[in-house]
């Protein structure tokens, strides 16, 4: 299997410019999570989607931030405009929802820096 | 809430040394609880699991136990090696929270030869 796979590993970026996280699920996984951690505020949920639907964004930090999951092997992250307290690994999880097992499988993140 | 806390790190140990991080949980009913490991560079990875009162997830030699009375699930390993170095993530997920899993905010270990 080839795990979840996130796009870019590393942006770096400056300020005010548009940014864009991808995501591919693992396939025939229904659940989809965005985290961001960070130093000071460790890992945070930021959104999850249950069959491509949103299901909870309550942890997105502001407008500037919104994601879409226009089909189920795959999401997008985008940040605009972006700005230097952005800059975090963000990780995105997925998950087979109503199986079994609880395991949430995490990809290897994007290591994202904002000048 | 609900909630997780864990022992405060960096946790330095030599090789072969008894592992102990402490996890501590506040939830409403009867959560599962996990344990994570993120290597350096990598996201987390699942690394067991208890689902209900007393029960002990195991894997690679680390071990936990759920206990209701203390709501608590302490990580434990009788021998670290080197290749353990990582941050550990106690977590948990209640039956109402559909998928949402809280993690506590992690717990560094470092192991020296």
């Known amino acids: 299997d080839a795990g979840v796979i996130q796009s870019p590993r590393h942006e770096v970026t400056e300020m005010g410019q548009e940014v864009t996280l991808r995501c591919k699920p693992i396939?025939?996984?229904?659940?989809l999570f965005w985290y961001r951690q960070t130093m000071m505020r460790g890992l945070e949920l930021l959104i999850y989607?249950?069959?491509?639907?949103?299901?909870?964004d309550s942890g997105m930090p502001e407008d500037r931030f919104s994601a879409k999951m226009p089909n189920a092997s795959f999401s997008t992250l985008k940040i605009q405009p972006s700005e230097p307290r952005d800059s975090a690994v963000y990780f995105c999880?997925?998950?087979?929802?109503?199986?079994?097992?609880?395991?949430?499988?995490f990809g290897p993140g994007t290591r994202l820096t904002v000048l | 809430g609900n909630s997780v806390t864990q022992m405060e790190g960096p946790v330095t140990l030599s090789e072969e040394a008894f592992l102990t991080i402490n996890c501590t949980y506040t939830?409403?009913?009867?959560?599962?609880l996990f344990w994570y490991v993120q290597y350096p560079g990598e996201g987390l990875q699942l690394l067991l699991k208890?689902?209900?009162?007393?029960d002990k997830g195991s894997n690679k030699g680390f071990e936990a136990t759920y206990r209701k009375e203390t709501t608590s699930f302490h990580l434990e390993k009788g021998s670290v090696q080197v290749s353990d170095s990582a941050v550990y993530f106690c977590?948990?997920?209640?039956?109402?929270?559909?998928?949402?899993?809280?993690f506590g905010p992690g717990t560094s270990l470092s192991v020296i030869p």
């Open positions: 999880a997925s998950r087979h929802s109503g199986s079994s097992t609880d395991t949430q499988y």
């Open positions: 396939s025939g996984h229904n659940s």
């Open positions: 989607f249950n069959n491509n639907v949103p299901i909870d």
């Open positions: 939830a409403t009913g009867y959560p599962s």
């Open positions: 208890a689902t209900k009162a007393d």
């Open positions: 977590a948990l997920r209640t039956k109402t929270s559909y998928d949402k899993v809280i």
